[in-house]
């Protein structure tokens, strides 16, 4: 019993994803057939991967790496998760706008995206290092997605309020979290000791508790006839 205290104190965020996804799946008629239907998938993959990320770095049997020095690593998976997490959440605003225009452009920064993380692959090992740059490279085009979203938004006469839609909170939450994130892990990599001494392991949790508190906010205020 004090070896799951220990877990739930130090692995706090893994139990708040599974929170968001069962809360997701509660309210899933409410947008089971809207660009989200997959969103519930998305959740319960990034739970997983993070379980599978805790078990790599604290139990041999979950090693990917044979080299001993890096046998705790678990960056490769994290590497994947990231490509995969960008083109779902590419997907989704692709379908939500409407304009031609701008479903091109969604596409031509999926494929700059892509080719990002293709182009580091020649420069950094995805087994022993996070894919920085790419990710920052991924993250700005994610966040003009969401302005594109948002600059179709104003114009759209759905005369329901934000508050109750998921997407509003959807986005609210990536705008936060990917306006500070690839900042964060360019500082972790190219300065370490600024990473160590302001703390900033504590700055990302804190920013993924916002992200999936928006997430979880939107799915339990969410309302079908304001989705949009």
Known sequence: MEEFYTFIS??????????????????????FDTPLKFYPVYLMYTFLNELLGYFIKYFDEFQVVDIEQYRQYNVIIFNIYSVISFL?????????????????????GATISLLSYAISLFFQSALYSN???????????????????????????????NKHNLMYWLSLGLIIFYSIFPILFWVGYEAPKIWVNYHFRTILRILILILYGSFLVGVLVHRRRAFG
């Open 10 to 31: 130090e692995q706090y965020i893994l139990p708040f994803y599974l929170i968001v996804w069962i809360v997701s799946m509660a309210k899933y008629s409410t947008y």
């Open 88 to 108: 779902f959440l590419y997907y989704i605003y692709w379908r939500m706008v409407q304009t031609k225009k701008h479903k091109k452009w969604i596409q031509i």
């Open 131 to 161: 894919l920085y740059y790419a990710d920052m490279i991924a993250s700005f085009i994610l966040l003009f997605n969401i302005w594109l979203y948002f600059k179709e938004k104003k114009s759209d006469p759905n005369p329901y309020p």
